[in-house]
T-cell receptor, first 113, second 111 residues
Framework: DAMVIQNPRYQVTQFGKPVTLSCSQT?????MYWYQQKSSQAPKLLFH???????NEADTPDNFQSRRPNTSFCFLDIRSPGLGDAAMYLC????????????FGPGTRLTVL | RKEVEQDPGPFNVPEGATVAFNCTYS??????FFWYRQDCRKEPKLLMS???SGNEDGRFTAQLNRASQYISLLIRDSKLSDSATYLC????????????FGRGTSLIVHP
């Protein structure tokens, strides 16, 4: 089945130790998104790619970086995780036109010790 | 004023009840509307797209009121399995691929 896959599902890191979260999709969608979601809050958009074009949200901290080496894969790098970065990180994809519903991966739950 | 507003709830209803949620949006240029369901510690999943004429899918009915700038979700004959958070999502133009999420409305269906 076409889908959005995220790895790992759970990530534990130490304060300040870099982590990389990965996302892959078999939907061949142009647009890929990274969201941060904390408990009882709406998903917060960090950045998105339209094909290779990278778009950073204005309030996304510099600590967060992303790479999209090809259509199928997208990575979220957290350079120096702080305690406040503990959250669920959701990857999503969508087509660029039509009725662009989003398809979400299962998320990576990040714990920072 | 937030772009997309939802009553966070929780809405506590007995099995079999009918429950309705509203979601208001501030940008009159909004064109695409969706309801997502999110279970605890899981990812959001599309429940319904919301069409201008309103649409129904089994026990679920979604409606759009452009004049008052809100969308609604009606759930009839609530099941225990309907317990979840319902997220309202709005896009500002037909070609825009950047959605705005509401914070969600929590529904708890009890026996």
């Amino acid at each position: 089945d076409a889908m959005v896959i995220q790895n790992p599902r759970y990530q534990v890191t130490q304060f300040g130790k870099p982590v990389t979260l990965s996302c892959s999709q078999t939907l061949n969608h142009n647009v890929m998104y990274w969201y941060q979601q904390k408990s009882s809050q709406a998903p917060k958009l960090l950045f998105h790619y339209y094909d290779k074009d990278f778009n950073n949200e204005a309030d996304t901290p510099d600590n967060f970086q992303s790479r999209r080496p090809n259509t199928s894969f997208c990575f979220l790098d957290i350079r120096s995780p702080g305690l406040g970065d503990a959250a669920m990180y959701l990857c999503a994809t969508s087509r660029a036109g039509g009725l662009p519903e989003q398809f979400f991966g299962p998320g990576t739950r990040l714990t920072v010790l | 004023r937030k772009e997309v507003e939802q009553d966070p709830g929780p809405f506590n209803v007995p099995e079999g009840a009918t429950v309705a949620f509203n979601c208001t949006y501030s940008n009159s240029a909004s064109q695409s509307f969706f309801w997502y369901r999110q279970d605890c510690r899981k990812e959001p999943k599309l429940l319904m797209s919301v069409y201008s004429s309103g649409n129904e899918d089994g026990r679920f009915t979604a409606q759009l009121n452009r004049a008052s700038q809100y969308i609604s979700l009606l759930i009839r004959d609530s099941k225990l399995s309907d317990s979840a958070t319902y997220l309202c999502v709005v896009r500002t133009s037909g070609g825009s691929y950047i959605p705005t999420f509401g914070r969600g409305t929590s529904l708890i269906v009890h026996p």
